[in-house]
């Protein structure tokens, strides 16, 4: 791994890392609000590999811990003995992408707690002092053992291709706090690569000014993963984390990487000088785990076909600043993104679009789904882009499809009633004052509506029972179609002979001892669905 590469990255992840790993050691923790005090010092602890294989690379505040190897590595961490360090321990980075309801202490390796012991000849710890060095040695350990059976070090691949690029050691006090600057990120010589991130784009042309919509490509099994903890955009921007979400997925989760860090360069066929536009409509959510499902970044929103863009080809690369240890997914990123900081790099994805004048571009949404029961008032707005004129108002004109979908003159989209469930289609021409033209297809789903199905019940029985006979009686009710089951209380034998909609002949037998009085019989119908009723005892 390019050292050089680790730098600044490295810097701003490990800045967070005592602020993750203080909330995984504290279970009474449940945010970052509710934090214990963090001793303040600089560089407290010296870190050095005393066994197996891995490598501390240094950077400008916490060395960063690469290559280490599950069972075999152990690595020494001498602290000055008063920075009060008391145990070091090994935590997943869920921790940091993790809602409030998740334990933070569910990501750590507790059984791997080591503790630090004074010394009263090690000269190792910053101060180079004996007697004012308190050590520990860290075993990295064969399985990694968190109660969350998600939490995993080193990283899964899954959770790799969504930007959980490593896991974190962090040195704390007695008291559970936290130590600034002995926060250290480690990453295993056997985690994989994460794949290369996708990028799909709904239109394949349009006009100079027109809008491209973007998103991951269909079936990705990874995602933009450069960016993606919100811990570490926050510590780059030197601002706090935050407060976990509540959930994650819409509505929820950490927010979406800083269009600041995102980029679009288009070169045009033959070209090595691109068209830079910023990235400011487009969307990467971040990385969010509900202590069940990892919920990946996502990207989603649009990019705008440079005014200055001539008719031609041009190949289109959306770039994200790389902010993980990891290597960049693409040799060429500096030539297809542009230079960063030394030690920086992208991650990047590319598509082909062409550019053409006097085109009409059709924009999202391009596809709905609706019940039945509601499709007869269903209505969407389709979108365009590109038209020549910027006042130049779109025509919309329909020529193909099912003629119970209707899409207007300006793009208004109906129905003509009520529509049984299926997939309907309408498409047609689109035009403006200025000449521009193009097309356009919309596609609604209507699915089936729910069955809903009254629940059974019993209302009242014609007859009674008599002890030391057997009889009939007919219980009365609604929605009784499914034949039921019948319990009766002890004493009591009852079976159903006939059943209907609204009523259930039932036959009790009664022991000659049984008393007067009434006896309770509970019908179990599908579904799991009751109803009782009392019948007499005479």
Known sequence: MNRQSLHVRARATLATMALMLGLAVMPSVASATTLAPRTASTAPCNVTIASGSGEVVPTSTSPIIVGVTAGATTIKIDCNASSQASI???????????????????????????????????????SATAGQCTVTTFAVPATFSATDPNATCAPSTAQINDGVFGCAIAVATAQQAPITGAEYLMTYASQSAPAAPTIAALQTSGSAGSLVNVS???GASSHW?????????AALAGVSGGVAPGTCGAGGGYGSTPTSYLKANWFAANSTTPISEAATSVSISN????????????????LAVPATATPGSYTVYLCEINTTPNSSNDAQSATNCGALPSGESW??????????PNL???????????????????SAQLVTSGATGATDAVTFTQSAGAPNLVVSSTGAVTTKGALSAGTYTASGTTSDASGATGTFSYSLTVSASPVVTA????????????PGKTVVVTVHGTHLTARPKVTAPSGVRASITKSTS?????????????????????????????????????
């Open 88 to 126: 070091a321990v090994e935590a997943s980075l869920l921790a940091t992408a993790g809602t409030s309801g998740v334990l933070n202490v569910s990501e750590v390796d507790i059984p791997g707690v080591t503790t630090f012991t004074a010394s009263a000849t090690d000269t190792g710890c910053p």
């Open 216 to 218: 991951d490509a269909a």
């Open 225 to 233: 993963w450069g960016n993606s903890l919100a811990f570490v955009q």
């Open 287 to 302: 990385v969010c785990y509900d202590g069940k499902t990892l919920y990946g970044p996502v990207l989603s929103g649009t």
């Open 347 to 356: 991650i990047d994805a590319s598509f082909n679009f062409t550019v053409a």
């Open 360 to 378: 009409v571009t059709q924009n999202l949404p391009v596809a709905g789904t609706v019940t039945a029961a509601k499709s007869a008032t269903f």
């Open 455 to 466: 629940a059974p019940k019993t209302t009242s029985v014609t007859g009674f029972a008599v």
């Open 502 to 538: 609204n009523t259930i002949s039932v036959k009790i037998t009664l022991s000659a001892s049984a008393k007067k009085g009434s006896a309770v019989l509970v019908f179990h119908f599908a579904g799991g669905k009751t109803s009782s009723v009392k019948v007499a005892i005479r």
